[in-house]
């Protein structure tokens, strides 16, 4: 069954060359999942998408989903929303799933998603494509503690990212090194915290 999990982001143009930042948080969620033999040997990771296009050109990349994660921030939520209802309407059966700092319990309130992920999404994404193994229900909400260990394998040693930079010769991509996740202290003005 084919997974896509997208990130999409504006292209930014500096010194005459497109750059993009490489989509660390949705290829994050695919490296945890790729540790079980169980998620591997039933879904294949089929598009890992990083930038924003007009809709029916990023229709064209995709083929027959199972099931479509987003990535959710505040400058990709509305273009993340106009994308899952195009796929949602092609592809009826296709679950799809949004996650990330700006998802909320009123993603649900669009007809086309059919589940949200609170907090990090390694864990839950994991729980939600063994559901769908299992013939269950996909629930509308999933959240888990949160990881106290990354000590799951990295996207870029599973060379998750060489495609990407292939296919994209002409770009700069920009690459996010994680070293900590998370705040300790909740600053109300933040969405880190």
């Known amino acids: 069954m084919n997974v896509y999990l997208y990130q999409p982001q504006y292209a930014v143009d500096y010194d005459q060359i497109t750059n993009y930042w490489l989509p660390y948080s949705a290829a994050c969620v695919w490296s945890y999942a ?55 309407e092609r592809y009826p059966n296709c679950v799809i799933v949004f996650g990330g700092p700006e998802t909320s319990e009123r993603m649900l309130d669009h007809d086309f998603v059919d589940s949200i992920i609170m907090g990090e999404g390694e864990i839950c994404f994991v729980e939600l494509l063994r559901g769908i193994l299992a013939n269950n229900p996909v629930k509308r909400q999933y959240s888990a503690p949160r990881i106290k260990q990354l000590d799951f394998p990295s996207p870029y040693q599973l060379g998750l990212f060489d495609p990407i930079v292939q296919a994209h010769p002409d770009s700069k991509f920009a690459a996010t090194l994680e070293t900590n996740r998370g705040c300790p202290y909740q600053c109300t003005f933040c969405d880190w915290g």
Not at 41 to 68: C, S, W, Y
Request: charged share 15%; glycine share 6%.
């Open 34 to 88: 790729s540790q079980f033999s169980d998620i591997t040997n039933n879904f294949e990771l089929a598009g890992l998408g990083f930038k924003r296009e007009p809709i029916q050109t990023a229709m064209q990349h995709i083929n027959d989903p199972a099931v479509f994660g987003f990535s959710c921030f505040q400058w990709n939520r509305n273009y993340n929303l106009a994308l899952a209802q195009a796929v949602k």
